[in-house]
C-alpha cells in the first residue's frame, strides 16, 4: 500500500485546514519545496499536493513550486486544487506529475471527466470528497446532492486510474478516517481507491492494508502536528 504524505499549498506555506475551512486553519513555516524534501529524505515515494489557492481561483497558482518539487525530487505527485480544465491537466502532466486529481469540475460535468480519462489516460484521479454520504463541491462549500455511491455508479467506466475518497467530516481532526464508508466506496470502484481524512496513528494505516481495493492512504495533520513521526510512517511504506 502507498502512503502519501500531504502538502497543502496556500500563499506558498504549508497549511492544514479543519475539514476544508478556510477561516480554521493552521500555517506551518516550512516552504513546500523543503517539505517535499524531507519526505523523499525519509524514503517516501508518493506525495499528495493540493493547491489550495487554485482551490479557490480555479488557476494553476502554484504550478512553479509544483514543478520544482518534480525536477528536484524523484517522487510521484499527485495533484488537485481546482483543476477545471483540459489546459490545466496539461500543464500539470508536462510538469512531470503523476496524477492530476479531477473534483469539483469531474462532479459538476460528467462529460470533462470523461473526456480527461480519454485524453490523458491513465493521468486521471477523481477525487470524492462526501459529507454524510454526499458529495461536496467549490473547496467544500457547496453539496452537490449527489449521493457518492450513486455518482460512482454513474462514471464508473469512464476510465479514472484512481479514485482518492475523503470524509469531509474527519478531514483535518485526526479522528481516524471513515473506514465503514470507505470500504463501501472501494467495493464497487473500478479503479483503486485511496483514503483520505482523519488519519490519526500508525493503526490507522495498519488497518487500512486490511481493506480490499484500497491502493494507498494520505497522511496530513498528523505528521505536521507530530502525531505520527516520519521514521514511524516511514517503515509502513511497501518496497
Known amino acids: 500500500m502507498k502512503i502519501f504524505p500531504a502538502i497543502d499549498i496556500k500563499d506558498k506555506k504549508c497549511v492544514r485546514l479543519v475539514k476544508g475551512d478556510f477561516d480554521n486553519k493552521t500555517e506551518y513555516k516550512i516552504y513546500p519545496v523543503d517539505q517535499a524534501h524531507k519526505y523523499k529524505d525519509h524514503g517516501f515515494k508518493n506525495l499528495h499536493i493540493v ?95 449527489k449521493l457518492t455511491l450513486d455518482f460512482l455508479k454513474e462514471i464508473n467506466d469512464f476510465g479514472s486510474s ?25 467495493d464497487i470502484s473500478n479503479c483503486p481507491v485511496v483514503i483520505s481524512g482523519g488519519v490519526s496513528s500508525i493503526e490507522d494505516i ?20 507530530g502525531d505520527i513521526k516520519l521514521e514511524e510512517l516511514a517503515k509502513e511504506i511497501d518496497a
Open 162 to 186: 484512481r479514485l482518492i475518497y475523503t470524509d469531509i467530516n474527519r478531514d483535518g481532526t485526526k479522528q481516524s478516517p471513515n473506514f465503514e464508508e470507505t470500504a463501501k466506496v472501494a
Open 206 to 225: 495498519k488497518k487500512a492494508k486490511s481493506l480490499k481495493n484500497i491502493e494507498g492512504i494520505i497522511v496530513g495533520k498528523a505528521i505536521y502536528d
Open 51 to 145: 493547491d489550495l489557492d487554485g482551490a479557490l481561483t480555479g488557476e494553476t497558482v502554484n504550478l512553479n513550486i509544483i514543478q520544482e518539487i518534480v525536477s528536484k525530487f524523484d517522487l510521484k505527485i499527485e495533484i488537485g486544487g481546482g483543476v477545471r480544465s483540459f489546459e490545466s491537466i496539461q500543464k500539470y502532466t508536462d510538469a512531470g506529475v503523476e496524477k492530476v486529481i479531477l473534483g469539483s469540475a469531474a462532479i459538476k460535468d460528467k462529460n470533462f471527466l470523461k473526456e480527461a480519462c480519454q485524453k490523458f489516460p491513465n493521468k486521471i484521479a477523481l477525487g470524492l470528497d462526501a459529507k454524510d454520504g454526499y458529495l461536496s463541491v467549490s473547496g467544500w462549500r457547496e453539496n452537490s446532492n
